[in-house]
């Protein structure tokens, strides 16, 4: 579990929402002020949340992060607490209540144990991307009413909590193949979110672009195909993150070294479960296995189809052939296991597992 300081909610007012009275003088003068706000450096904090407004306002506060595995070993978490730690010390308390393979069912029976027990402030939800797993057989109706239901029951507890729903990354390849029906997930939330009038943290159109313009880092910042690990995190979701909660944009979300989304991978990744490090073979088996389960029809490669990501196919088919094989895939995670294994003894051992902050940066070929 993790612990950290942070705070957050708000509303904005727009020119839209002012009365128009036209030739006012304070009419002019919020105008001058708005246009004043705007040209106002990009440290400037944004529009601010109730969680950084009570930060500034000297209270204590409690953020609960809710949701999946894209919560659970988000490095985003860690980084967005140790920013609120910088800004506002002591003063706010960073919980992660999420878990792997959690879906909006586990969400709701888990409500008291994960969140309402910490009695939060402000509450950050996502559960969109596993009710969307096909073979579960979730409707989105019933995803939207366990929603629903989480949310009033936070409410109950305390009718000022702040409440955050989340619309995460962009997965590919298998982890998409197996959520035909993300899209209407997602947009069930941002649904939520307008009708209940609470903001939505929206990561899809920026996984979205970067996918479109610069695949290969997509890739190496979702290695997996669905998981961002701590370059992902630091690059596209924090930034934004920041900017959203109304956090100022001068922190060092880079000065947190988590890395859970990696040590989960290379967890998981060991054949032998006794030994605690993890083998080149083990690495390379486990890519070898997510491969396999994206070559959907079985015939050695990875088609368009398949992919459900032209620019990611185009950018990894090295031979041109319109399809990705083995070796065409793994081009990002082959360097990333010699950056991790830093005695270069075909291992990652425990203490190099502590150590995979930044060594796995920018996409590079063998
Ligand atoms: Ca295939
Ligand atoms: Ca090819
Ligand atoms: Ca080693």
């Known amino acids: 579990m993790l612990r950290v300081f942070h705070d957050h909610p708000f509303k904005i007012c ?4 002012m009365k128009r009275t036209t030739m006012n003088p304070f009419f002019l003068l919020s105008i001058a002020s ?16 109730q ?6 306002a000297g209270k204590q506060q409690t953020l609960v992060t809710f949701g999946t595995s894209l919560t659970a070993v988000g490095a985003w978490v860690d980084q967005i607490a140790t920013v609120l730690n910088q800004q506002y010390p002591g003063q706010c308390t960073v919980i992660n209540g999420a878990q792997g393979g959690a879906n909006s069912d586990w969400g709701v ?6 969140v309402l027990k910490h009695k939060p402030d402000t509450v950050l939800i996502e559960f969109a991307v596993n009710d969307a797993v096909s073979k579960r057989n979730t409707s989105v109706e019933h995803a939207r009413n366990n929603l629903n239901q989480i949310i009033d029951r936070i409410l109950a507890q305390n009718p000022q909590c702040e409440i955050i729903l989340q619309v995460m990354n962009v997965p590919v390849a298998h982890t998409r193949t197996g959520r035909t029906k993300l899209d209407a997930f997602n947009q069930m939330y941002r649904d939520v979110a307008k009708e209940r009038d609470y903001q939505l943290i929206d990561h899809w159109p920026n996984w979205k672009k970067l996918l479109n313009e610069d ?11 669905i998981h961002p690990v701590r370059d992902g995190a630091l690059n596209v979701i924090t930034p934004h993150l920041i900017k959203e909660l109304g956090l100022a944009t001068t922190g ?7 890395t859970p989304c990696w040590n989960y991978l290379l967890h998981v990744a060991r054949q032998d479960k006794k030994n605690p490090d993890t083998t080149r073979a083990d690495y390379d088996t486990y890519w070898e296995k997510s491969f396999n389960m994206s070559d959907l029809n079985k015939d050695g490669s990875v088609d368009a189809d398949e992919m459900q990501a032209d620019s990611l196919l185009k ?15 793994l081009v990002v995670q082959g360097p990333q296991f010699k950056a991790f294994d830093k005695d270069n003894n075909g291992s990652i051992d425990k203490k190099e597992k502590t150590q995979l902050a930044g060594r796995a940066a920018v996409p590079v070929r063998e």
């Open 14 to 17: 727009t020119l839209s929402k």
């Open 34 to 49: 708005v246009m004043m706000l705007a040209a106002l450096p990009l440290s400037a904090k944004q529009a601010s949340t």
């Open 51 to 56: 969680l950084v407004r009570n930060l500034d």
């Open 109 to 114: 029976k888990s409500l008291d144990e994960k």
């Open 215 to 225: 695949p290969l880092r997509f890739h190496t910042y979702n290695p997996d195909t």
């Open 252 to 258: 060092h979300p880079e000065k947190s070294t988590a």
């Open 315 to 329: 950018a990894l088919d090295t031979d041109q052939n319109g399809t990705v094989s083995l070796g065409e895939w």
